[in-house]
């Protein structure tokens, strides 16, 4: 139940901070991006084994969204592998609002990586050009 109402909170804070009315990464501070109204956020990959989202800091002067995680276990062999193939233990998918997968974006760390339980990480999402995220209607991490 704490999972599930602190991603709620994530989210919520996220989203509110992420596209507040009037405001997209990259614009103005009166223009509006459609992406604004209607993008969905999926963190779900964040909050799984073996890892857990503590904080999501959005940073529109950077274009970017910084990801607090922290281990819940230490980290297998194998998804470490994973992770150093992939570029991180998650990548972004911006998707269409026919789910079509516009762009993919690896992420980067900023840290150092100490794979034990506790042991906290940053996550950076360099967020896709304007056009890109215009188009976008969900934001998924996998």
Known sequence: MTHRLSTLMALATLSLALFLPGVAF????????P???VLKWNLERLNQEPMKLIKAAPDPQKAQ???LVEFTRTPTSWEQFDWHQQG????????DE???VLKTVKTQWDGELLTK????M???LPMPDEKTLAATRAVIAD
């Open 88 to 95: 991180g233990p998650v990548v972004f998918r911006f998707l």
């Open 35 to 37: 992406a604004a109204d």
């Open 117 to 120: 339980p506790g042991a906290r």
């Open 65 to 67: 969204v910084r990801f």
């Open 122 to 124: 940053r996550i950076v």
């Open 26 to 33: 990259g614009q103005p501070g009166g223009s509006r991006s």
């Open 98 to 100: 026919d789910g079509v």
